[in-house]
């Protein structure tokens, strides 16, 4: 696969902390579109660093708005959808293409600092339940054919979060074929959400996924992440740059 075929979505929230380490990690060749809504220097220290490929489009929205927009963007065939706080080791984007046999591909987060443990266990995990026929995605590290995202509609925008398993639910069950590939990692570098508590984090996960796919997750819940996640205001940012 050329990646040229391939773009990556990344949703940032004030990361100038971590985006450096990202781009440094993404080869030139692969597309990039950024849906920013920061408040700090990140969409600068983007198209300093990363002016070739690169789309930066400055909106707040949800990180569920976020990625559907990006995806939207995209001329490619392939959408990566990924976040600001990973890095891709070397050999990534060339194992990519020995994966390429089904609309869906993702693989696990794992750590080489911190909660190294808790990122390996969760990944046997989503192997786990990925062979139970449940597909356990993370949007940290999610790889989707356009037209297959496109025939089932896009990412749910009412949910502001757990919307990466969501959409590959709705995928597989369109008859899509969905692949786990545990040797394909990224590698988290950033843990704010597990320094509130490790047991908080994993239960919150899997009691919303749990809800949404056996259907239960009442109308009023899609909307609200119970205070897990900072809240992000909906609406258009001053201004949306381009780097082409």
């Not at 993404?26 to 950024?34: E, G």
């Not at 609200?224 to 900072?230: F, L, R």
């Amino acid at each position: 696969m050329n990646l040229e075929s391939i773009t990556v979505v990344l949703p940032t929230r004030n990361e100038a902390g971590n985006i450096g380490a990202f781009l440094a990690s993404l080869p030139q060749a692969v597309h990039l579109i950024v849906v920013d809504a920061s408040e700090d220097e990140t969409p600068d220290i983007i198209q300093r660093e990363r002016p070739a490929r690169t789309q930066v489009l400055r909106r707040r929205s949800t990180i569920t708005q976020a990625r559907q927009l990006g995806a939207e963007a995209a001329l490619t065939d392939w959408l990566l959808f990924t976040d600001a706080d990973i890095v891709f080791p070397d050999g990534y984007f060339d194992a990519l293409e020995r994966v390429m046999d089904a609309a869906v591909v993702y693989g696990p987060k794992l750590s080489r600092d911190r909660f190294a443990a808790y990122y390996r266990w969760f990944g046997y995990g989503q192997q786990c339940s990925h062979w139970l026929g449940i597909p356990a995605a993370t949007g940290s590290n999610l790889l989707v054919r356009k037209d297959a995202l496109i025939a089932v509609g896009g990412f749910d925008p009412a949910l502001v979060c757990n919307e990466d398993s969501e959409l590959v639910w709705r995928i597989k069950r369109a008859g899509y074929r969905i692949r786990f590939e545990p040797s394909l990692p990224v590698y988290a570098r950033d843990h704010r959400r597990l320094d509130s508590g490790l047991w908080r984090k994993t239960c919150h996960s899997v009691f919303r996924c749990a809800l949404l796919y056996w259907d239960l997750m009442p109308a009023r819940w899609r909307g609200a992440d119970w205070g897990y996640w900072s809240p992000q205001q909906s609406g258009r940012a001053p201004g949306v740059s381009r780097v082409e």
